[in-house]
Every structure is written in C-alpha cells, then in structure tokens.
C-alpha cells in the first residue's frame, strides 16, 4: 500500500511579499501609495527637505509627511494581508 505523502508547501507570493490570492483592490491600493512615495521622495529630492511656506518662513517638506503615512500604510496592510486566515 503506498501513502502519498502530504507535503506543506509555502504559499506564492508576489514581488510585494503578498500572497498571490490576495484581493486586487488590496494590491491596487499598496501599489497607489508606494507610487504616492516615489513621487514625494522626487519632490524632496528636486526641491529639498525644507521648502518656504506663504510667510516666507522655512519649514519641512509637505512631502516628507506625505511619504511617512503612505509608507504606514503599505507597511500595515502588508502585515496585515501577509498575515490574514483569508490568505492561508
């Protein structure tokens, strides 16, 4: 009698590390904020860290905020669609 062995394979993933069966619109909006980062990180990198507000006083880069928030968000859904039962 032969048994067929059962073996666990680890789940596909994409270039993102998301599991390939994860949601499209997931995969659409982790893809809009990692191009919302590229273009801040253009921003900061032709214009500077600190740019002049309307009074003329320096101040950070809007952008620098911009990057920052869509980089948690990438980050949290990652983790979180990496981790999800859904997914498994």
Do not use: C, F, Y
């Not at 949601?23 to 990180?41: G, N, S, V």
């Not at 990198?45 to 101040?59: F, K, L, N, T, W």
Request: no cysteine; net charge positive; proline share 5%.
């Amino acid at each position: 009698m032969n048994a067929k062995r059962v073996t666990q394979s680890k789940p596909a993933e994409d270039s993102l590390g998301l599991r390939l069966n994860t949601p499209e619109t997931i995969r659409e909006l982790i893809e809009m904020q990692l191009d919302r980062i590229d273009d801040a990180k253009r921003r900061i990198g032709a214009e500077g860290i600190v740019v002049r507000d309307m009074r003329g006083s320096v101040i950070p880069h809007p952008a620098i905020a911009i990057e920052a928030a869509a980089t948690k968000l990438v980050n949290d859904l990652v983790m979180k669609w990496k981790r999800s039962s859904v997914l498994s």
